[in-house]
């Protein structure tokens, strides 16, 4: 299953019509130790581009943006008693939100408009 990435620092894996997203290991680093994280209530319709969730660290607090359109379809329960979760694995684990992808044919465009990992790792040097 092939990973995608956003400039913003989001991560996003499709399986079928189903969109897991969270945060890259860089953004995760960047922020530091989490304290909070909340994502929009299941079915939300996002736009890509979005906000979607906020996580809060003890340094700041930041907009998780939706790498691809989609309804909200879940969050990751575990984050409200384990915030740090997403600072301990967060492109495993810590994943933040699904989306529920309703437009297959646009997925393809927004798909080709982010970065595979290597792009990644590129852009954060």
Known sequence: MATYYTKSHEWVRIDGDIA???ITRHAADELGELVFVEAKDAGVELKQGD??????SVKAASDIYAPVSG???????????EPTLVSNDSEGEGWIFKLK????????????????QDSYAAQIG
Do not use: K, P, Q
């Open 20 to 22: 897991t997203v969270g």
């Open 71 to 81: 309804s909200i379809a879940g969050f990751n329960s575990r984050l409200t008693d």
């Open 51 to 56: 906000a979607a969730a906020v996580v809060e």
């Open 101 to 116: 992808i309703d437009d297959s044919e646009a997925l393809s465009a927004e798909l080709s408009g982010l970065m595979d």
